[in-house]
């Protein structure tokens, strides 16, 4: 939509077209308002480069590696601070009074026995100065051993070490980090430079350091050097890019170079955007405890599912960053990512997209492709079919609904064989409901092009609608949802409007689909059904898989079917990923909960969560073997007069019988998180998420505050 509100005419496709040849910039998107002017540049390049320079070591999945200093697997055994203050005091206590025993002869001479030894008779005349520094050398020696003995015992060292100059030294004094030699600082651009193109290095280098480049710039251009790497592009096309524009080179085709504003905190080095804080809290481990949480592309690949009550924060703390991120990875020429949600949901302002498709809005700029672009009658049959009637099919392993395929492509291959085009809704209606008219004008247009085979296919749709069961009506009655007052403008198949693919997802393209979900929730689950049918059948067979493709779905209610799951499947191999929320997993049939929870490698169950929903996540992460301690008390019976006097006064005193009290230690399988920790144990604003990367990393079951 434009900026003033109007709607533009329709009158092209909306699927992106390559731009010229100016390698290695990126290919066109469709015609959209004029992008947001560029922000402004920092004052000096100081944030930027400290951001370059700050470093990533390897870490476990999910870890924010911006900064990260990694921790020991296990927690080391700390004595605890009064403890150890208690116990260093004793302990010089201890030592004072053995001083001060040898020192007044409670303990007799014996101490200066070796001291007798070592010195002459003649030193122990009076007022002997010899005799005075080794005397009091000899009680040095023996003060210093006893503080020696106790400082060991007391555990002085440790003390000072946690509580002395050392801990404050730690604590105040800043990070000298030593500059990196040029030839390891990432901001003077080794890579370019050792492949000999250390004129576009120096310039980028000064940009760098004037604070005219950001982190949006080093991702685009890192990406485009990629290209030059894999042969895609030429090493003199870049580098007359980059000398010609600097660190704008290598432009989005919107022209942005970064996002109008940003909610969460991300790092375009790593990919990674950071949702919160790993709680620290005995049931994470303790190399997780207190670090960062991020997701990624190498995450988002094995796709994600989130289960949570409405207001548990699915939307502004997961949804609404990750959308934020993969357009800033689209910005780079990283990512293709398409969000689905109901309008008004908040996925993020329209100027970070490219493309807005508001459905049911006659504002909208883009209409979207009932058939997902394709040309087969039979790919756009198996699409539609599952968009209408999927989630209708049996939920058990085996069923399909390759009767309502069936279907369709009776119709659509006889209809575009025709009219050289897919039917509209409402004449894919009329053709469904058997309506005379249409099928004999579609009879005769047949018998004129000498279309036999299709011929055949529509007489055998017309005697199949006269036997009862037929599916047709089913499929009528579902695109009747869509042949509503509201859509009139929308799903054109004329050529008249501005349809948007989803065959677009082979070009860095932002997309937000708004649903009508207020008066047409029927109309916005068959929707929902059809973008996901069409992101799965449209990254299957992209020619450059290099760019990460991503569907987020803000409500996935009613959109889990057989063939959705299957599809959720394969987008891993093909470089690509869902992300799917749920209030419950009651919306989805029992039979699928268990597939849908084993085909998404990232699980969330956020707070508020139901018991029979923490149930299926319970059982999908399994059981551990874990330390269970059985703590027994016993009565001790005394036997003499003398103990039982003395436990009678026990009694009195604590009012208790006196106890002995046994310890027993065993390994045990537990599950990691039970149905009911995660009903009720999962305090507002966290959840427990478990992570797999696509090369099979995985990261247990987290809790984890979305708010930090």
């Keep these: 939509m434009d900026s003033d509100g109007t709607r533009e005419a329709r009158g092209t496709h909306a699927e992106p077209v390559p731009r010229p040849a100016q390698p290695p910039e990126m290919p066109s998107l469709p015609p959209r308002p004029p992008a947001a002017p560029p922000v402004p540049p920092l004052p000096d390049g100081s944030a930027f480069l400290s951001w370059l320079r700050t470093p990533r070591p390897e870490a476990a999945p999910g870890v924010w590696r911006f900064g990260h200093k990694p921790r020991p697997d296990e927690e080391p055994e700390l004595v605890p601070g009064r403890q150890l203050a208690a116990g260093a005091l004793i302990a010089f206590l201890v030592g004072w009074l053995i001083w001060s025993l040898l020192w007044n002869g409670y303990l007799g001479g014996w101490w200066l026995l070796p001291l007798y030894a070592m010195i002459p008779d003649s030193w122990a005349e009076p007022h002997s100065f010899a005799a005075v520094v080794v005397v009091y050398a000899y009680y040095a020696i023996v003060a210093l051993i006893i503080l020696v003995g106790v400082g060991r015992l007391g555990r002085w060292g440790e003390l000072w070490r946690r509580y002395g100059p050392p801990a404050w030294r730690r604590s105040t004094a800043p990070e000298n980090q030593r500059p990196p030699a040029p030839e390891e600082d990432p901001a003077e651009f080794p890579a370019l430079r050792a492949a000999g193109a ?31 790497r894999s042969g895609r592009h030429s090493l003199a096309a870049f580098t007359g890019a980059v000398l010609r524009e600097g660190s704008a080179a290598c432009p989005h085709p919107s022209g942005a170079r970064d996002l109008p504003g940003r909610q969460a905190r991300h790092d375009l080095l790593t990919g990674q955007v950071r949702l919160g804080t790993t709680a620290d809290d005995p049931r994470n481990p303790y190399a997780y405890r207190g670090t960062g949480l991020a997701l990624g592309p190498e995450l988002l690949g094995t796709s994600l599912l989130a289960v949570g009550p409405a207001g548990s924060g699915k939307t502004g703390t ?27 949901a908040g996925l993020g302002p329209a100027e970070a997209y490219d493309v807005v498709v508001r459905i049911g809005n006659p504002e ?11 040309t087969d009658p039979d790919e756009a049959a198996a699409v539609l079919a599952e968009a209408l009637v999927g989630d209708l099919a049996d939920p058990h ?7 309502s395929t069936t279907v369709l492509a009776q119709l659509l291959g006889p209809y575009r064989a025709v009219h050289g085009r897919f039917p509209s809704v409402p004449e894919l209606r009329a053709l469904l409901d058997g309506a005379p008219g249409p099928l004999a004008e579609l009879r005769a247009g047949l018998v004129e092009a000498g279309q036999e085979s299709l011929l055949r296919e529509l007489d055998a749709r017309e005697r199949q609608m006269a036997h009862p069961g037929d599916v047709s009506g089913v ?30 997802l082979d070009h860095p393209v932002r997309v937000r689909i708004d649903l009508p979900a207020r008066g047409h929730a029927d109309a916005s689950r068959i929707l929902a059904r059809l973008v996901l049918a069409q992101f799965t059948a449209s990254v299957a067979v992209r020619e450059d898989r290099s760019l990460f493709a991503c569907l987020i779905l803000d409500d996935a209610t009613g959109v889990v079917t057989p063939e959705s799951v299957r599809g959720i499947q394969r ?85 208790k019988a006196p106890t002995a009290r046994a310890v027993t230690v065993r390994q045990v399988e537990r599950e990691r998180w039970s149905a009911s920790e995660l009903a009720h144990a999962v305090p507002p604003g966290h ?18 505050d979305l708010r930090g």
Excluded at 201 to 225: F, K, N, P, S, Y
Excluded at 318 to 344: D, F, N
Excluded at 482 to 504: I, M, V
Aim: hydrophobic letters at 45%; proline letters at 5%.
């Design 198 to 228: 250390s004129d576009a290095a120096d310039r980028l280098a000064t940009e760098a350091r004037q604070g005219l480049m950001r982190d949006v710039d080093h991702a685009r251009i890192t990406r485009a050097w990629q290209g030059v």
């Design 318 to 344: 997961l949804v609404r960053p990750l959308a934020e991120s993969l357009c800033l990875h689209a910005l780079t020429g990283r990512a293709a990512v398409v969000v689905v949600g109901a309008a008004g």
């Design 364 to 374: 909208s700029m883009y209409d979207l492709d009932l058939y997902g672009g394709t």
């Design 397 to 403: 392993p085996g069923s399909d609904s390759r009767r």
């Design 475 to 504: 499929l009528a009655d579902r695109i009747a949802l869509l042949d509503r007052p509201a859509f009139a403008g929308f799903f054109d198949t004329s050529g008249q409007s501005r349809p948007f693919s989803l065959k677009a």
């Design 571 to 655: 987008l891993r191999s093909a470089n690509a990923g869902a992300v799917l929320t749920l209030r419950t997993l009651d919306d989805v049939p029992r039979p699928l909960r268990g597939p849908l929870l084993g085909a998404t490698g990232c699980r969330i169950a956020l707070s508020g969560l139901t018991p029979w929903d923490g149930q299926d996540f319970a059982e999908v992460w399994g059981k551990e073997w874990t330390e269970a301690r059985d703590v027994t008390d016993r009565q001790i019976i005394a036997e003499t007069p003398a103990g039982k006097a003395v436990h009678m006064l026990r009694r009195v005193i604590t009012g």
């Design 687 to 704: 959840a427990v998420l478990s992570l797999t990367n696509v090369k099979g990393e995985h990261a247990p079951p987290l809790l984890v």
